[in-house]
Nanobody, 125 residues
Framework: QVQLVESGGGSVQAGGALRLSCTAF????????MGWFRQAPGKEREGVAS???????WYADSVQGRFTISQDNAKNTLYLQMNGLRPEDTAMYYC???????????????????WGQGTQVTVSS
């Protein structure tokens, strides 16, 4: 059974940084596409960043230039480096995976079949 397990969330002040990790268990292959989503209270889940097997990346406009998505295939782990955090970045962050390549533009919840349980990020002003 495939499991995605996120870690690295926490509470930071505005301007701070966090690195989220997502490790895949129960899967020995390589995902064609992995992504990060976030969901703030009362809001819909939104795509934050994605990375394809061919290393193509996509970022939401709101995080472009501040967040970096990467992966270590040897460790079966996906990362999200978040710098310059803002209060509006506060949300539960989820990693997700799919077998097909990532969409060329915005990633959506329905694009992904596998999900982690989430890790909370709280940014105070």
């Amino acid at each position: 059974q495939v499991q995605l397990v996120e870690s690295g969330g926490g509470s930071v002040q505005a301007g701070g940084a966090l690195r989220l990790s997502c490790t895949a268990f129960g899967y020995t292959g390589r995902w064609s596409c992995m992504g990060w989503f976030r969901q703030a209270p009362g809001k819909e889940r939104e795509g934050v960043a994605s990375i394809s097997d061919n290393r193509r990346t996509w970022y939401a406009d709101s995080v472009q230039g501040r967040f970096t998505i990467s992966q270590d295939n040897a460790k079966n782990t996906l990362y999200l480096q978040m710098n310059g955090l803002r209060p509006e970045d506060t949300a539960m962050y989820y990693c997700a995976a799919r077998s097909g390549l990532c969409p060329e533009t915005e990633i959506k919840e329905g694009n992904f079949a596998y999900w982690g349980q989430g890790t909370q990020v709280t940014v105070s002003s």
